[in-house]
C-alpha cells in the first residue's frame, strides 16, 4: 500500500508522538505548529507520564529509555494539606525506584520528541486557520500565507480549540466554571526555602469550599502553582478576560481564612504567569467520521487536567499510527482508530469531569482523599 500523504497540525506531546512513528516506519509526514520554535512561549506545568499511557507510546517509539534517563524520578510525592491550618491530611512519596510515574517539564518532552525527526519535518511559525476539501477528497491547509497540500491525512493534534476539529463538527468547548491563575517561582531553594520544604519532592494539593491551592515542583529551581476556583458570575463569560490584570493582592482575596504558609504560594509568587479557565468537550463528544481528517489528544476530547491528557493524548497517537502502518487500507484503519478511541476517552472523560466537580465543591478535600485512595486501591 503506498503511503497516504499526511499533515499534522500541532507539534505537542501528542502529535510529535504520532510523527515519530509514522517517521520510524518511513511514512511522510508533515507537522504544522503555530508556535515559532520548540521553546518560544512557557509550555505550561509539569507532566507525569502514566506507565500505560505516555510512557507506552515513547517506548513503541523507541524513547523510553531517553525518556527515562532525563526524567525527574524524585519528585513523584504527594501532600494533601488542610486549607486553614496547613497541616499534612495525606503524604504519599513512593521509595527511591519504586515510583513508576517519573516527571518531566513540558519543553524537555518537546525536544525529545523532536530529536529523532531532523529538520524540515515540523514547520514552525505556521498556525493553521482552517482545513479546506476538494471535491477529489484532498485536503488543504489554509496557513497565514500560504495553502498548503493536498494532503491524503489530516490528523488534528492541535488542542482544546482545534482547527481540525472545526471541519468536522460544530461543538466546541465550554467553560467548567473553574479557571486556574498560574503563578511561577524561581530559585525557590535559595528564595524560598520554606515553601521549597513544604512543596516537598513533588506536589502540594489543598481544597477547600469550590477553591483549590496545587503546587508542583518544576524542574531547573522551580515551582509552578495553580490557584484555582469557581468564577464569580461575572466572570463565567470570558474570565481570562474579566481577570487580566489581577494583582496576586486580588487573588489572594479569594483565598480568605486560608493557612498564611499556604497564602505563600500566592503572597511570594514572582509574577502571575497565565490566566487558564479550564474548558471540556461534552464527555459523550462523537463526530461524524470523514475520510482524510481525524482528531487526537485535547482535539477529540479536551477535559479537566487531573493527568490524563498528556497521557491519553500519546495513546492516541501510538495507537493511530500503529493502526495506519499496520492496515491495508488505511482509510478504514483512521475509522476503526476512531471508535476505539473515543469509546475510551468518553468513559474516561465521565469519570474526569465527576470528580472534578467533587474537587470543586464544598466536600472537595475530602473528595480529594477518596479519589486517592480510589487510585491505590486499583495499582
Known amino acids: 500500500m503506498k503511503a497516504p500523504r499526511i499533515a499534522i497540525v500541532g507539534a505537542g506531546p501528542g502529535g510529535l508522538c504520532a510523527a515519530n512513528l509514522l517517521h520510524r516506519a518511513g511514512w511522510p509526514v508533515t507537522v504544522f505548529e503555530g508556535d515559532a520554535a520548540f521553546d518560544a512561549r512557557d509550555q505550561g506545568g509539569t507532566l507525569d507520564l502514566h506507565p500505560d499511557g505516555g510512557q507506552l507510546a515513547l517506548a513503541k517509539a523507541g524513547l523510553l529509555e531517553d ?9 513523584q510525592g504527594q501532600r494533601v494539606l488542610d486549607h486553614a491550618t496547613g497541616a499534612v491530611l495525606r503524604e504519599e512519596i513512593p521509595e527511591e525506584g519504586t515510583g513508576d510515574r517519573p516527571e518531566i517539564d513540558r519543553v524537555l518532552l518537546r525536544q525529545l520528541l523532536l530529536r529523532p525527526l531532523g529538520e524540515g519535518v515540523v514547520r514552525w511559525g505556521e498556525p493553521v486557520d482552517a482545513v479546506l476539501s476538494d471535491d477529489s477528497g484532498a485536503h488543504f491547509l489554509r496557513l497565514r500565507d500560504e495553502v498548503a497540500g493536498p494532503f491524503d491525512l489530516v490528523i488534528g493534534a492541535d488542542g482544546a480549540w482545534s482547527r481540525v476539529r472545526s471541519a468536522l463538527a460544530e461543538q466546541q468547548p465550554t467553560y467548567t466554571g473553574v479557571t ?13 526555602a520554606a515553601l521549597s520544604e513544604r512543596v516537598g519532592r513533588g506536589s502540594v494539593f489543598s481544597l477547600h469550599d469550590g477553591a483549590g491551592l496545587f503546587a508542583q515542583r518544576n524542574g531547573g529551581g522551580a515551582i509552578r502553582v495553580y490557584a484555582a476556583f469557581r468564577s464569580r458570575e461575572s466572570d463565567t463569560d470570558r474570565p481570562d478576560k474579566a481577570l487580566a490584570g489581577i494583582t496576586l493582592a486580588e487573588l489572594r482575596t479569594r483565598f480568605e481564612g486560608w493557612s498564611p504558609a499556604l497564602l505563600d504560594l500566592i ?7 497565565a490566566i487558564r479557565p479550564i474548558v471540556a468537550l461534552p464527555v459523550d463528544f462523537r463526530w461524524t467520521h470523514k475520510p482524510g481528517l481525524t482528531l487526537l489528544g485535547d482535539a477529540a476530547h479536551v477535559m479537566p487536567p487531573m493527568g490524563e491528557g498528556v497521557n491519553l493524548a500519546m495513546l492516541d497517537a501510538a495507537e493511530l499510527a500503529e493502526s495506519l502502518i499496520g492496515a491495508a487500507d488505511w482509510r478504514q484503519a483512521t475509522a476503526a482508530y476512531e471508535l476505539a478511541m473515543l469509546e475510551r476517552s468518553n468513559r474516561i472523560a465521565s469519570e474526569t469531569r465527576e470528580a472534578f466537580a467533587q474537587w470543586f465543591s464544598a466536600e472537595g478535600a475530602q473528595s480529594l482523599l477518596a479519589h486517592m485512595d480510589q487510585r491505590r486501591a486499583g495499582e
Not at 67 to 75: G, K, N, P, Y
Not at 180 to 192: G, M, N, T
Open 267 to 273: 503572597d511570594k509568587a514572582d509574577r502571575i504567569a
Open 67 to 75: 525518556f527515562l534517563a532525563v526524567a525527574r524520578h524524585e519528585d
Open 180 to 192: 486556574f491563575v498560574e503563578l511561577w517561582f524561581s530559585q525557590v531553594d535559595e528564595r524560598h
